[in-house]
């Protein structure tokens, strides 16, 4: 699949948007469980408004990939049965909740702010199953049809939204420093484990469908000798990818290192915003990744012109 | 009874690949109810344009033993389809009379999401106008009752010249359609997917012929006639040279 | 969106349909088109026609793009003053001064020298009007496509049955139970063929194709035999000795309905060696051609008799000696002597094809055609009177084109085949090959060619017709020294019987002033400066050539084109033509009608649209300048003018007065009672598009076969005047016209006889007999260092049409590749996809080489004419057509060096000079590293013309796209 850099832009910045207002809830219930010292509410209002910002910056990138933006409200209605037009749903509902989230803490409004954080908490954990379920309902690429997509997209989501917050934190002097960034660590360690479980997983599957199903001919050697048309068409460019196998190799051993290790050893080394930055590149490659991988079945059909 | 099913049966069989499908359907449709069909940059470099309908070659197995399939391939209006539950504004959808998926311009938000969910490629997003379009079966004249019956057929069936394009309900068992599906052995593209394509394809046949011996030489030759029968010369061995019984 | 159903589209917008007839190509489907606003909205395929039956093609489907086309010429241009022939620098004139110039230049021509004045046309179909202005004019040089198309296997068919494939003749697919394609064929007649070849597979026949490419038809075949070009002779000689050999082929029919049994005379001594012999007691009629003075061998009495004796029976083999002691032997015997060592051992070495397949094949054809002989109740008079209850066919078909034509031993293959097609009783049968009027003729055909000096004189039109049939040596075109009187050397001793002209070697031999110069050449819709001429590199460079007084050895250049193709650029003016949807046409029976095997089809074109900007349609030119240059025919007595136009020439003109014969046969006569012949009616046109543009005369079911001995359809074909002759036309097994040929070349013809150093030539290849000899390029290109075999083909949204850079036909075919077997790749040390050197003993060219495991390991080939000159045809300078798309005609000789005497011939068939464009042998490398990935020879952009319309258009195709909405 050609990388959209719109919908890169979209899942990365929506994921640590949510990421941070997991850690921001996750910290305040965290506090509130009397796991630390008590915490200001400003300090949850200003993540709250991060995660806001992030979310909205990622609903601002989406726009780019609709062709007709304009009509963009239109997507809220197949939530019976599109996983894309709950996502839809779910981002706006969600920037409200965080909006009141923080509003919530602004006015201190305690209880208030934890009823309203664990809503959000449990929008967020939607809004990553509908965003991994874009992605692993697409049955016809086997790199992305598993939980493991989901799974990924939970992760790393939590791993940079939980590093941003370490160093909003650490920047903040917040007493939560110490909790956000040890959940940083072992969220970004599992996010690895997770992306490196999938890549294994992808590695080792095999294709479903082959030349011989795709047009119905039994023969072991079939080879496509025009597509029907020479210059490229819609299904040679958003289902390709630029670069090929040469770039998807580079850029996995970039995205392992800047997206996960070079982050655990920042954070380790104190530094979670620079970490932050180096992990949301690393994970914007990640993505790269992710879509430039995707085989698409239909590209059987999209082999050779002449 | 089944729900009325309208979809191509392709003859592979005498599909000679001449592209007729392709271009009466560009020139029908983008003046039509589903056009334009955009062409990019159609007398320079590279010119790309929307088509619904493309015709593809494939060749199979190794000189001399080689076969040359001419594939066209268009939307094939899965009875279950992968795109159409997928799109978050309802814009695709498929038609509850006829089986038919559409989609619905003025409600395409240009996400592209179902032609992920197309394993076929039969979608073609239109950058003119963003929004995705695909074969409509020619829904805008197949109905059109000014036409006289036998022209309200879609505009690559009517155009075929090898007739390889069979056009009907594919769930009313005396139509055309089924009746071809069942006599030749249809097929369905990527039956593993179970999306239920309603296009069929029909296979190649081959016609052998088996000459006996026996037939290359017979009572009625004409060589009989002018007296030339191959026939051994008398001097020509016999068994008699080595025989010993 | 509204819903689909809510409004038929007639109704959305002024809705018109108007029929007429397509020109995308030469099929000539019939077709609807839609308009809506006075755009065209649709283009369909007319279910009331009976070409097409409402099918369509990829190319008629495209036609309303042709009206778009940026290429479109709008203006009359004329090279501007000072400005360089071939730098497109033009400015706009007004037809008065086009005509003016033209007729002034032309009339000086016609009162002096007229065969300084050569006319010729790239596409033909209006020759029958082309043709007539040429000999009214005077000139000998006049020619259409043919001789580079596919005239051998006009030649080599109607020579030996008096018909031939495509407009002439075709596979009775519908009753055959065996059809072989041969070679590239799918040119001609394209939507028919493919029908009847849907309706022959599904009704359970088998399809075989011998071509040494696996695309379009051959594709569905049931078989595919890959075959090596240029040896389809072999195949079809071993073919014929299998069937010779294993008796199965048609006696009967032999006998009784070819000149098998006629004895041949075997004194090589005599100076009839060869010919016929002929009891001098029978009466022959003046008004004969097939004399009924030949003898055949009684098999009952054992003795000589005129063939045909009620009650005796020829033979068709052995060695007899006639009373008066002269050796002689029945045609056939000839031919069995002839191909005996032509066996399928020695053809699988020359052809590649397994000897067991040939035998195979010889085997399926014979035993096909003898045991499942068809029956219809139809009861029909043979010429010789016998009355007979049935028609038989055996139903074994063949089609073939360009493949077998196209080569330098073409017209011997072609015989081949059609003596095969004899040989299996399939001539006019059902499920074998059936005419279609006005075929068959008389071999040869009545017309011939002006026979010396003499029929050219200043204003005077031309003795004889441009084009012709030789039946002898007498009749060629050459002076007393026996050389060439027209500039192509048609006609001449180089090619005999070149009956489509030789437009291939207009130019070379114009330029060089051999066999004269001349001043003005016209050419119409053939784009002689890129895909229509062989050596195209050096012909550009001929076509700005000058002498040493600075003069152009061409001097004054016109070209007649609808669009901005590589030849405008060339012109010293240009004349914008219509497109098809802006003109009157007709598909005439004197030219090359639509008739269907039951009956004679013509059929019209009708203006759809008004022309575009200044264009005017050629014939409306013709006509014109023929009426300014006083042309009889074209004026009355007086000289003033006889035709307000184009329709107005089609209804009056009559071939001579009172002939009542025209350009259209259908509602001749005073009110459109008659046919065929008949009085002008004024109201023709009318009538043609009231029919759907077409008239279909349909043959009584007893006219319908066996017509070469039909003698109810003789004599009907007599009397409408299709023919001047009621004989039995007989197959030629043996061509007794070539031996004529052979005699003159032994000095042993009365007549004329060729000059010394052509006589061996004439000799070896005027054989009565059909023989195989390796394709004359072949001596020239050691095939060690030119291994491969260069094929081309149009691709089937393409075929016969000559406007490729429309926009939707462009996406489907942008550029083309060098397709070869990955073996040539692995030998050479190249990958799929690598640029390429394709080098040939002419020259060399750089292309893009793509593997296939479909085509013969020994062959490559390519799409022909997608290759452009940058910028041409509208194209943007940058289009894939010109950087990446290349043509193989770079590398295709249109002569051969040190052929006779030390002097070039033509790269031409000996005996029709068809151009022998499937001779090319090359070879390929790989490109050095670093070597642009580009097409090579490339040549300056051409500019846009003045009044070329251009952007505009794209810009009213953009609005044309979304009118309605």
Known sequence: MRPAFSVLFLTTLIGAGQGLLIAMVTGQIFVTLGGGPEVSGGFFAGGGLLALILLGLGLVASMFHLANPQRGWRAASRWRTSWLSREVILIPLLCGLVLLYALAHLLS???????????????????????GMIYACVRFIRQWASAWTVVNYLMMGLASGFTLAAGYAGLAGSALAGFLTAAALALTLAALAARLTQLWLNARGTARSCMKTAIGTHHTQIR???????????????????????????????????????????????????????????????RWVFFAAGEHVQNLYYQAKA | MPKKQLALVIDLNVCVGCHACVTSCKEWNTSGWAGPLSDVNPYGADPTGVFFNRVQTFECGTFPDTETIHFPKSCLHCEEPPCVPVCPTGASYKREADGIVLVDYDKCIGCKYCSWSCPYGAREFDPGQGVMKKCTLCVDRIYDMTLPEDRRKPACVLACPSSARIFGDINDPNSDTSKAIRDNGGFQLMPEWGTRPSNHYLPRRKTTMTVHRDELVRVDNPLKVEGELPRPAFTTPTIDGASSW | MRDPESIPDSEL???????????????????????????????????????????????????????????????????????????????????????????????????????????????????????????????PNYAAHGGFCSVNMAAGMIYTFGGSFWEFGGPDLERAKLFIMIGTAEDHHSNPMKMELAKFKRGGGRFIAVNPVRTGYAAIADEWVPIRPGTD???????????????????????????????????????????????????????????????????????????????????????YTLADGLPVKPSFQLLKERVKDYTPEWAEAITGIPAATIRRLAAEMGVTARDQTIELPIAWTDCWGVEHDKVTGNPVAFHAMRGLAAHSNGFHTTRTLAILMTLLGTIDRPGGFRHRAPFPRPIPPCP???????????????????????????????????????????????????????????????????????????????????????????????????????????????????????????????????????????????????????????????????????????????????????????????????????????????????????????????????????????????????????????????FQYMRNWNKGYLDWAYRHRMIRFTDPIMPHIYSEVMQKFRLAAEGKWKGKQPPDRLRDRVKTFFDPLPFYYAPLEWSHADSSRYPLSAVTQRPMAMYHSWDSQNAWLRQIHTSNTLVMHPKVGALGNFDDGAWVWAESPWGKIKCQARFSEAVEPGTVWTWNAIGKVSGAWGLDADANESKKGFLLNHLISEELPNMVAGKPVSNSDPVTGQAAWYDLKLRVTPCAPGEAEESWPQFEPMPQLPGQTGFSAKLRAYFAGRTGK
Request: net charge negative; charged share 25%; hydrophobic share 40%.
């Open chain 3, 233 to 319: 002779g072999a195949l079809l000689l071993a073919l014929v000795r299998e069937i010779i050999e294993l008796g199965l082929f048609d006696r009967d029919f032999l006998v009784r309905y070819t000149n098998a049994a006629e004895l041949v005379n075997q004194d090589e001594a005599s100076d009839e060696h060869g010919l016929f012999v002929r009891d001098g007691s029978i009466p022959v009629r003046p008004d004969t051609f097939e004399t009924p003075d030949k003898l055949w061998w009684d098999r009952e009495s054992d003795k000589p008799v005129i063939a045909r004796t009620p009650g005796t029976e020829g033979r068709l083999m052995g060695s």
């Open chain 1, 224 to 286: 496509q000798i025009t597509q029907g048309f020479m210059g490229q068409s819609f299904n040679t460019q958003e289902f390709f990818t630029p670069g090929g196998a040469e770039a998807i190799r580079g850029l996995t051993l970039l995205f392992i290192l800047a997206g996960f290790v070079a982050p655990l050893g920042l954070i380790v080394l104190g530094v979670p915003v620079v970490a932050f930055v180096i992990q949301f590149v690393g994970l914007m490659a990640e």
């Open chain 3, 13 to 139: 917008g002024r809705s018109e349909v108007k029929t007429t007839t397509c020109y995308m190509c030469a099929c000539r489907c019939g077709i609807r088109v839609h308009l809506r606003d006075g755009e065209v909205r649709y283009v369909e395929g007319n279910p009331d026609h009976p070409l097409n039956k409402g099918v369509m093609c990829a190319k008629g489907a495209s036609g309303i793009m042709k009206q778009y086309s940026p290429a479109r010429l709008t203006k009359p241009l004329k090279r501007k003053d000072g400005a360089e022939r071939g730098t497109s620098q033009f400015e706009a004139i007004s037809w008065e001064e086009a005509f003016s110039t033209l007729a002034e230049r032309l009339g000086h021509l016609r009162a002096t020298d007229p065969k300084k004045f050569a006319l010729f046309t790239g596409r033909d179909q209006m020759q029958a009007l082309t043709g007539l202005f040429a000999k009214q004019f005077g000139t």
């Open chain 3, 448 to 702: 011939k060619p002006p026979k010396g000096p003499q029929a050219v004189k200043a204003g005077e039109p031309l003795t004889g017709t441009p084009l012709g049939w030789p039946a002898d040596p007498d009749d060629l075109s050459v002076d007393a020294d026996g050389e060439a009187i027209r500039l192509d050397k048609g006609f001449s001793w180089e090619y005999p019987l070149s009956v489509h002209g030789m437009m291939h070697n207009a130019i070379t031999n114009a330029w060089r002033g051999d066999p004269y110069p001349i001043d003005t050449l016209l050419l119409f819709m053939a784009n002689m400066a890129w895909n229509s001429t062989m050596n195209t590199s050096e012909v550009r460079k001929m076509l700005t050539d000058k002498d040493e007084a600075g003069q152009y050895k061409i001097p004054f250049l016109v070209v007649c084109d609808a669009f901005q193709s590589e030849t405008v650029a060339f012109a010293d003016l240009v004349l914008p033509d219509t497109t098809y949807l802006e003109r009157h046409d007709v598909m005439s029976i004197l030219d090359r009608p639509i008739s269907e095997f039951d009956g004679p089809v013509d059929s019209v074109r009708v203006p759809i649209l008004p022309p575009l900007g200044e264009c005017k349609p050629f014939q409306d030119v013709v006509i014109e300048l023929a009426t300014r240059l006083k042309l009889p025919g074209f004026t009355n007595k007086d000289g003033s003018r006889k035709f307000r136009d184009y329709p107005d020439f089609i209804v009056n003109f009559e071939t001579e007065p009172g002939s009542g014969i025209g350009f259209l046969s259908g509602w001749r006569g005073k009110s459109g009672e008659k046919f065929l012949v008949g009085e002008p009616n004024p109201g023709q046109w009318e009538m043609y598009a009231r029919n759907n543009n077409h008239f279909h005369y349909e043959l009584p079911r007893s």
């Open chain 1, 109 to 131: 409004l305690r209880e208030v702010s934890l009823v309203l954080g664990l809503l959000s908490l449990l929008v967020c954990l939607a809004l990553f199953v509908c965003t």
